[in-house]
């Protein structure tokens, strides 16, 4: 980790290499907690996904011509990092070139500066379409093994978890809450202390079945939104479920 001239810091996802998911809200009256867990919220309230959801994806097909990868190439990486989740994982996978909740885009080129290289990028909860991006660094730089601890990693944020360390990201300005174990070794985390553990799964299988069974509204203050997808609302797809 460094700290840049106006005091705000970078962290590294390896040697120099960053994962810049997440927009953040205020987090003026926040409690003051140890932040050694998992890390939920943004944009004032936490979201997680609905019961019953099912994310539709495509690929851009644009990018996968610009960068030389393939579908069956990023599938591989996916499938093996969503694995590693196990049976905490709150949501199915389908393609849908149609209506679809998230593309997977493949950079032609990386983005980098002084403090380093973004290896990937993606998105929390929401009811909107959004982008899965991987850059070419992750695929030039890293080992099979890495490449795939990366998308655990983005995987997390697509669940809804922020990095380990949020409540110090931005000097500390953006909205957080802790849930579950005290434990810095997470896939949530950065460098060697990023590894995946059955406390990640614990804790996210359990954050869920309180969310969904209407135990856990609120963490401290903050509220818990559950979302359905871009793809829950159209009309053709009800139909083809029988809702």
Known sequence: MTENIDGSKDHYFGKRRLCVTGERASEDDAPKVDPAAHQVGTTGFIPLWAPGTVLH??????SLRRSGRTKEQIL???????????DSVPVMFTENRITWDFEFVVRQNDDCDMGGCVLASAFFPGGGQQQLVVYPIMFDKQHVDDQVETMAHELGHVFGLRHWFAKDENGGRWRSELFGSNNPFTIMNYGDKCV????????????????????????????????????????????ANGL
């Open 196 to 239: 995946m553990t059955d406390i990640d799964r614990k804790d996210l299988k359990l954050l869920y079945e309180m969310a969904w069974s209407g135990v856990l509204k609120k963490i401290n203050r903050t509220r818990i939104v559950l979302f359905k997808p871009f793809s829950a609302h159209d009309p053709s797809l009800i139909r």
């Open 57 to 62: 994806y495509r690929f851009n097909e644009r």
């Open 76 to 86: 591989t990486i996916f499938n093996k990092a969503l694995a590693q989740w196990g």
